[in-house]
């Protein structure tokens, strides 16, 4: 599925689209350049499933877990991963362990640490406007994108 973005609203709104098809254990990958809307569109995710406070980028902090409800989120910016093996210091393991929507941006810094995706979403820039392109690699992720259609 690919889908024409025109601003950073349009992006916020395509994950809050995907908060409404999500199920309540997910991994999605996160990809694209520096700036092309990952952390934005994680903002419009929790917004949508109900997150009041702010959405910063994790990029020092690496890991930052939302508790939405009954729900467990865990967003991740592995840009600043030195080796994947740091990811066991951030007590990863202990989340892996629970029911979680995992959101990774940067996640081929995590390779071997991080379990498989259901859905990979890729952002890049076309133009003064960006394309999101999703693409299932599992039956849940296959489902989440036939429920956004």
């Known amino acids: ?3 024409q973005l025109a601003d950073a609203h349009a992006t916020e709104a395509l994950g809050a689209r995907l908060a409404a098809a999500v199920p309540p254990q997910c991994v999605i ?3 694209g350049d520096l700036g092309a809307g990952k952390t934005t569109l994680v903002r419009g995710l929790l917004r949508a499933l109900g997150h009041q406070g702010p959405v910063p980028s994790p990029t020092y902090t690496l890991l930052e877990p939302y508790t939405i409800g009954e729900r467990t989120v865990l967003h991740l910016d592995l840009y600043r991963l030195a080796d994947p093996e740091e990811l066991d210091y951030l007590g990863l393991r202990d989340y892996l362990d629970q029911s979680l929507l995992m959101l990774v941006e940067w996640p081929e810094r995590g390779a071997g ?4 995706a259901d859905l990979e979403l890729r952002l890049e820039y076309v133009g003064e406007q960006r394309l999101a392109r999703l693409l299932p690699h599992s039956a849940r992720g296959a489902e989440l994108v036939q429920g956004m259609s």
């Open 29 to 31: 990958y996160l990809h």
């Open 113 to 116: 640490m991080l379990p498989g």
């Open 1 to 3: 599925m690919e889908l």
